[in-house]
């Protein structure tokens, strides 16, 4: 049996190697796993007119690089809304789909509560740069999550772009337009990873989105004591890992079963027929 290929999307803070080292080795030797560095920060600075195709043009890339024509795609947060785009524009190249807490994932159906979350983030540009970094990660969380404290010493110099990155995320999403009927067309299995801790009119809003109206094949995996800033992928490697796998072996062994599946920390798993079917 050939190793599964699979590309890494990261978000807008980690760089991709420090995002994903835990999770690759998890994944152990049967995985040819690529963890690709976004393309907002291959420079000094964010590239001028850069959006989430921009991203997608660089997912292109790396898999004609690799040699694949087709491979499964992960993402978290800003990567996972760059795979969301990816997974509209090219379904044809992917085996499988998992996105991570994307940050977003569209400008349709919101509900009011998920509108009116948004809002908040429409004023960190403002802010200072200093300012800017607590803030976002504020608005991620339930309100009673403690967020863990910048190490001590000065930060690393890759951290100096991330405030300008999260801010053109926050850009492309205003008017970037991510088609919905070609989501609602992507037959593919789709995985994603939500942390219990996380903001439910954010990342819980989405999860309920994705599931309620575009992947027939669609599993959500919740991970009760993670939260975006606790990922899944750095702070329960295996775990990960291991849905990961069972994801992509049933991507690549033939067409799975068409109801919705949540499982929680416990391991058990409960079938939800109903989440898949559009209205």
Known sequence: ???????????????????????????????QAVAKELELYKKDEPPAGWTLDTEVEGVLREADEQGWQTFHLVGYSGGGAAALAFAAKHPERLESLA??????AGNWDWSPAYAEHRLHYETLEALPSEQ??????????????????????????WMA?????????????????????????FTQPVFFALGGLSHPDDYGEVAARLSRVFFPDFHLEVFPHRHHFDPPHRAEPER????????????????SSRSTTTRTETGKSTARPGMHGRP
Request: glycine share 8%.
């Open 1 to 31: 049996m050939e190793p599964f290929r699979a590309i890494l999307l990261p978000g807008a803070v980690l760089p991709a190697h420090l995002a994903y080292k835990a999770l690759i080795e998890a994944l152990g030797p049967d995985v």
């Open 99 to 104: 996105v991570l807490e994307p940050a977003w």
């Open 132 to 157: 800017l970094m607590p803030a976002f990660m504020r608005l991620g969380v339930r309100p009673d999550v403690v967020l863990p404290q910048p190490e001590p010493g000065p930060p690393p110099p």
């Open 161 to 185: 772009l991330r405030p300008a990155g999260i801010l053109a995320f926050l850009r492309t999403f205003r008017d970037y337009d991510l088609d919905r009927s070609r989501l609602a067309a």
């Open 240 to 255: 990960l890992a291991e849905g990961l796998l069972r994801h992509w072996a049933s991507a690549e062994g033939g067409p």
